[in-house]
């Protein structure tokens, strides 16, 4: 099945700074989908891209699709201490979806 | 909450023995899928069903097997535990089969293989 590789694996940022999590394929991806799942939870969908080159924006967290639809972004500005979890990108092949390993924030008041 | 309700929680079993894990769908949902969490592995698609059906299958070992009932609702049979099957398994559902579809995750149920 389709392989991502996410990077970081391990994201530790102060209290109201930025940060960006990547999300990589070596094929062209149909679509993708991002899920957040907090220490103890289960995964929370968050936005899912289809378009080359699409970004999408919800309040603090942007997302952005490659225009080749091989590779992902989500930035996270102003973090705050409600952004801790582990974020998954997983591209979706007719509902299987496919996880990264994820990046796990730790955020620091 | 997402709607979705998985049973048990937790579940502490021998190697060898078999267990169900059991999952209901958000009211409206035909897809259930199970995913496997472990921290070797991460979080892995093992099946999916839509609507009784078989739709799709993932990383599913010969010795696990699931079912949808016409309630919907949804097994996961694991048999002749090992250690290695100690994970969260989290069932999700979505509305349909395609793709281009959130999926909704329940709570999942913490198996440990002793």
């Not at chain 1, 969908?45 to 699709?65: A, C, D, M, N, W």
């Not at chain 2, 010969?62 to 002749?80: G, I, M, T």
Request: charged share 15%; hydrophobic share 30%; aromatic share 10%.
């Amino acid at each position: 099945g389709q392989q991502v590789m996410q990077i970081p694996q391990y994201q530790h940022v102060q209290e109201g700074e930025d940060f960006t999590t990547y999300c990589n394929s070596s094929t062209t991806l149909s679509n993708i989908q991002w899920y957040k799942q907090r220490p103890g939870g289960h995964p929370v969908f968050l936005i899912q891209l289809v378009k080359s080159g699409e970004v999408k924006k919800q309040k603090r967290l942007t997302f952005q699709f490659g225009e080749a639809k091989k590779n992902s972004s989500l930035h996270i500005t102003a973090t705050q201490t409600t952004d801790v979890g582990t974020y998954f990108c997983a591209p979706d092949s007719w509902g299987k979806l496919q996880f990264g390993a994820g990046t796990q924030v730790v955020v620091t008041p | 909450d997402s709607g979705v309700t998985q049973t048990p929680k937790h579940l502490i079993t021998a190697t060898g023995q078999r267990v169900t894990l059991r999952c209901s769908p958000r009211s409206g949902d035909l897809s259930v899928y199970w995913y496997q969490q472990s921290l070797d592995q991460g979080l892995q698609f093992l099946i999916q069903y839509y609507n009784g059906e078989e739709r799709a299958k993932g990383n599913i070992l010969e010795r696990f097997s699931a079912q949808q009932f016409p309630d919907l609702h949804s097994e996961l049979n694991l048999s002749s535990l090992e250690l290695g099957d100690s994970a969260l398994y989290f069932c999700a559902s979505s509305t349909t089969s395609g793709k281009e579809n959130e999926q909704f995750f329940g709570p999942g149920t913490r198996l440990t293989v002793l």
